[in-house]
């Protein structure tokens, strides 16, 4: 399993990244495990999306921040924001 570095401490990663043809996993989402959604997804499913925390956006280095929110408000507190570091590799912590 992946890791990541949360609240600096690196724990694994219970994420999954859904793959860009994917289809929406229906089953997985509302059995609450977490997962990182294409914008493609997201958009096609929006409604339906809205509001579950346990459901990420990915937005690809070609795609705009403003593509995925533009036919609706997404109001998302600061405070609940976690930035993360995914780690492919083992991280070494010695100085």
Same mark, same amino acid.
């Given at each position: 399993?992946?890791?990541?570095i949360?609240?600096?401490?690196?724990?694994?990663?219970?994420? @999954?990244? &859904?793959?860009?043809?994917?289809?929406? $996993?229906?089953?997985? %989402?509302?059995?609450?495990?977490?997962? %990182?959604? $294409?914008?493609?997804?997201?958009? @096609?499913?929006?409604?339906?999306?809205?509001?579950?925390?346990? &459901?990420?956006?990915?937005?690809?280095?070609?795609?705009? $921040?403003? @593509?995925?929110? @533009?036919?609706?408000? &997404?109001?998302?507190p600061?405070?609940?924001?976690?930035?993360?570091?995914?780690l492919?590799? $083992?991280?070494?912590?010695?100085?």
């Open positions: 399993m992946s890791k990541l949360k609240g600096c401490e690196i724990v694994d990663n219970e994420w @999954t990244l &859904v793959e860009q043809d994917s289809e929406l $996993p229906l089953q997985a %989402i509302a059995a609450g495990e977490l997962v %990182i959604l $294409p914008a493609r997804l997201w958009l @096609t499913n929006q409604d339906a999306l809205r509001g579950k925390a346990n &459901v990420g956006l990915w937005l690809d280095s070609h795609e705009e $921040p403003a @593509t995925a929110f @533009t036919s609706a408000a &997404v109001l998302v600061l405070s609940s924001c976690v930035c993360s570091l995914l492919s590799t $083992p991280l070494s912590l010695a100085k």
